[in-house]
């Protein structure tokens, strides 16, 4: 599955959409990229996946570029709560996912 | 419908020693995968089960094992227990064994602290 990069860190104000941009240019056509997110010391929390299209749910918005070499995840409205690592996993054939590093995103007051 | 749960959420135990924990998945996913995070190597993919074979398997010594039973529930077994050991470990359940476009849903995992 291909590697993606990521920021180590970002900041956002409470109230404003939180941009978290991930790089994975070596993508094959057939994989998908997740993101999921984790409070400290809980277990990761599944946000949102998709494969060329743009995607939305009840938590955030998948933004992935046409070319689909990197992508954006948004979180509309940044809360306090929404303080994690967020995760950006590029997934295909592999049976698992494959965590980096990934953005610790402070929301700050 | 209830998330991933994990038993026990903590545990001390000594060198030597050997420790089962224990994950049930949500109603109706059959397939159970198991992670192992540590501040130095991050989350770390250990194995993952499916209608009660091993489907997968991390790059671990042997005395990281698992087993998966007919009602999905898993368990996973680390025998002679070392300091590097102590980490927190999670277990992930999903539908099906789809790769691709099948998302894993986390429990809250279970913190094993070696003496």
């Known amino acids: 599955d291909a590697k993606t990069t990521q920021p180590p860190s970002m900041d956002c104000a409470e109230g404003r959409a939180a941009n978290l941009p991930c790089n994975h240019s070596?993508?094959?056509?057939?994989?998908?990229v997740y993101w999921y997110r984790q409070i400290h010391s809980q277990g990761p929390q599944y946000i949102i996946h998709?494969?060329?299209n743009n995607e939305t749910n009840e938590m955030a918005s998948l933004i992935i570029t046409e070319d689909r070499k990197s992508s954006t995840l948004i979180l509309p409205h940044a809360t306090l709560r929404d303080t994690a690592v967020y995760y950006c996993?590029?997934?295909?054939?592999?049976?698992?996912?494959?965590f980096g590093s990934g953005t610790q995103l402070t929301v700050l007051p | 419908k209830a998330g991933v749960t994990q038993t026990p959420r903590y545990l001390i135990k000594t060198r030597g020693q050997q420790v089962t924990l224990s994950c049930s998945p949500i109603?109706?996913?059959?397939?159970v995968s198991w992670y192992q995070q540590t501040p130095g190597q991050g989350l770390q993919f250990l194995f993952e089960?499916?209608?009660?074979?091993?489907?997968n398997k991390g790059n671990f010594p042997g005395r990281f094992s698992g087993r998966q039973f007919s009602n999905s529930r898993s368990e996973m077994n680390v025998s002679t227990l070392e300091l590097g050991d102590s980490a927190l470990y999670l277990c992930?359940?999903?539908?099906?064994?789809?790769?691709?476009?099948?998302?894993?849903?986390f429990g809250p995992g279970t913190r094993l602290t070696v003496l």
């Open positions: 996993i590029v997934r295909g054939s592999a049976r698992q996912l494959t």
């Open positions: 992930a359940s999903s539908l099906s064994d789809r790769v691709g476009d099948n998302e894993q849903f």
């Open positions: 089960y499916f209608s009660e074979t091993q489907r």
């Open positions: 070596t993508i094959s056509g057939n994989e998908y």
């Open positions: 109603s109706g996913h059959r397939s």
């Open positions: 998709g494969l060329k």
